[in-house]
Antibody
Framework: QVQLQESGPGLVKPSETLSLTCTVSGGSISSYYWSWIRQPPGKGLEWIGYIYYSGSTNYNPSLKSRVTISVDTSKNQFSLKLSSVTAADTAVYYC????????????????????????WGQGTLVTVSS | DIQMTQSPSTLSASVGDRVTITCRASQSISSWLAWYQQKPGKAPKLLIYKASSLESGVPSRFSGSGSGTEFTLTISSLQPDDFATYYCQQYNSYLTFGGGTKVEIK
């Protein structure tokens, strides 16, 4: 059974960089896409971006200028960095797996593949406050 | 960007009721739609993918239908464990979620 676990600081100061790591256990990080999603308190879900195990990335255009996702296959981990944070970035941050075997396709307009999320971490609350 | 609109935003129902939630896409997404269930303090759980395919282990009372821009999630007989918030999500171009439908006890 694949399990994902987020880790990182629960409090970040405004203008600083939010950094989180997701550790994957029970399966290899290879051959899948790995993603970050966030959910502000009491609100809906927002996709942040994903990384393929090979290292190629795809980001939400609304966050692209501030987001970096990286992968370390030797540790079965992938990470998120979100720069210049404000109070609006306060949210529960989830890591999740996108599974190509559940369908999805290549989008000519964006030049990327998209699939549904089948495994999620439990989520970690990150608060941006001084 | 493709916008996803769910209705209703809140639904009050009783155990045993048949429940239907609608999700509309701002442009055609073929059948690239998933449905998730989220309970308070928990991560979303995949229920349906490719509009109508049931994820392994999900009870058969859940079903999905639709294609193009109009989709529905149906719970044939609502059970106590089903009171939760449900999200649709398109994976045709980028990845976007609907605003959610909270199913509460009537």
């Amino acid at each position: 059974q694949v399990q994902l676990q987020e880790s990182g600081p629960g409090l970040v100061k405004p203008s600083e960089t939010l950094s989180l790591t997701c550790t994957v256990s029970g399966g290899s990080i290879s051959s899948y896409y790995w993603s970050w999603i966030r959910q502000p308190p009491g609100k809906g879900l927002e996709w942040i971006g994903y990384i393929y195990y090979s290292g190629s990335t795809n980001y939400n255009p609304s966050l692209k200028s501030r987001v970096t996702i990286s992968v370390d296959t030797s540790k079965n981990q992938f990470s998120l960095k979100l720069s210049s944070v404000t109070a609006a970035d306060t949210a529960v941050y989830y890591c999740a797996r996108l599974n190509p075997t559940l369908g999805g396709d290549y989008d000519i307009l964006t030049g990327y593949y998209y699939h549904p999320f089948d495994y999620w971490g439990q989520g970690t609350l990150v608060t941006v406050s001084s | 960007d493709i916008q996803m609109t769910q209705s209703p935003s809140t639904l009050s129902a009783s155990v045993g009721d048949r429940v239907t939630i609608t999700c509309r896409a701002s442009q055609s997404i073929s059948s690239w739609l998933a449905w998730y269930q989220q309970k308070p303090g928990k991560a979303p759980k995949l229920l349906i993918y490719k509009a109508s395919s049931l994820e392994s282990g999900v009870p058969s009372r859940f079903s999905g239908s639709g294609s193009g821009t109009e989709f529905t999630l149906t719970i044939s007989s609502l059970q106590p464990d089903d009171f939760a918030t449900y999200y649709c999500q398109q994976y045709n171009s980028y990845l976007t979620f609907g605003g959610g439908t909270k199913v509460e006890i009537k």
